[in-house]
C-alpha cells in the first residue's frame, strides 16, 4: 500500500469555522433586525437556486438600505472576530509549506478580509456585482453551496495537488463536500451530525490550535 503524501494544502469552510458567527449572511441581517430562515429553508428543500438565494438575502437589504455598497458591507463584518487559535494555525501551516485557502459560500468582503488577516493564499466566496456608483446589484456565485466539492477539486487541479495530499476543515453538512475531495477531514465546531458522520477527523470545541494534531502536527 502506498503511503499517503505529505499534506500539501488545506482548504477551510470560513463562517462558523474560521470565524466566529454562524453565518455571514446572516449577520447582515441581523444588522437590519431582518432574518432569512424562510429563504433557507427552501434552498435546503432545493425550491430555490444559488442565485434566487442571493437575489433574496440583496432584496431584504435593499428594504432598509436601498444603496447598500461593498462598503457598508465591509463596515457591517469589520468586527467579525476570527475564531480563537487561528492566526497559530495558519502560522503553523505556513511554516510547514503548505497552502491555504478559503472554500466558502460566505460573503467574499469578510473572506477576502480574513485571508489578508490570516496570511492565506486563496479565497473563493460569494459577492456582488455593483453598478458605477459601487451598490450591490447582483450576487455573484464562485462557490456554490452544495458543489463545495466540485470548488476545492478544481483548485486541487490547478495547483497540481492531489486530494490524497488535501486536508479540509469544516463545521456543517455543507462542507462533506470538502471532506470527499480531501484525504483528512476535519468536523470542528460541528454544527450538525451529517458533517460528523462524514468528517475522518473530529475537534470539539472552538479553538483551531485543536485542528494541529488531526494534521499530524504536534
Known amino acids: 500500500m502506498t503511503a499517503p503524501g505529505r499534506l500539501r494544502l488545506v482548504?477551510?469552510?470560513m463562517d462558523g469555522t474560521l470565524v466566529d458567527i454562524v453565518s455571514s449572511w446572516a449577520h447582515v441581517h441581523a444588522h437590519f433586525g431582518e432574518n432569512n430562515d424562510e429563504a433557507v429553508r427552501a434552498f435546503m428543500a432545493?425550491?430555490?437556486?444559488?442565485?434566487?438565494f442571493v437575489r433574496r438575502d440583496l432584496s431584504l437589504w435593499h428594504q432598509h438600505a436601498p444603496r447598500i455598497s461593498l462598503k457598508d458591507l465591509r463596515e457591517i463584518?469589520?468586527?467579525v472576530p476570527l475564531m480563537p487559535g487561528a492566526q497559530e494555525?495558519?502560522?503553523?501551516?505556513?511554516?510547514?509549506?503548505?497552502?491555504?485557502?478559503?472554500?466558502?459560500?460566505?460573503?467574499?468582503?469578510?473572506?477576502?478580509?480574513v485571508r489578508s488577516e490570516l496570511v492565506m493564499d486563496y479565497s473563493l466566496a460569494n459577492g456582488f456585482e455593483t453598478d458605477?456608483?459601487?451598490?450591490l446589484r447582483r450576487g455573484i456565485i464562485r462557490v456554490p453551496v452544495k458543489q463545495k466539492e466540485q470548488i476545492l477539486r478544481k483548485l486541487q487541479a490547478q495547483l497540481g495537488?492531489?486530494?490524497?495530499?488535501?486536508?479540509?476543515?469544516?463545521?456543517?453538512?455543507?462542507?462533506?463536500?470538502?471532506?470527499?475531495a480531501s484525504r483528512i477531514g476535519v468536523a470542528f465546531n460541528a454544527h450538525d451530525d451529517l458533517v460528523l458522520a462524514g468528517a475522518s477527523k473530529i475537534v470539539r470545541g472552538k479553538d483551531l490550535r485543536d485542528?494541529?494534531?488531526?494534521?499530524?502536527f504536534s
Do not use: C, Y
Open 161 to 180: 495537488i492531489s486530494p490524497a495530499e488535501t486536508a479540509s476543515v469544516g463545521n456543517s453538512e455543507i462542507d462533506v463536500g470538502l471532506f470527499r
Open 132 to 135: 458605477a456608483d459601487g451598490v
Open 211 to 216: 485542528v494541529l494534531p488531526a494534521f499530524g
Open 46 to 52: 432545493d425550491e430555490i437556486t444559488d442565485e434566487e
Open 89 to 113: 494555525l495558519m502560522a503553523r501551516l505556513r511554516e510547514a509549506g503548505v497552502t491555504t485557502a478559503i472554500v466558502s459560500g460566505g460573503l467574499d468582503v469578510l473572506a477576502e478580509r
Open 77 to 79: 463584518l469589520a468586527k
Open 11 to 13: 482548504a477551510f469552510d
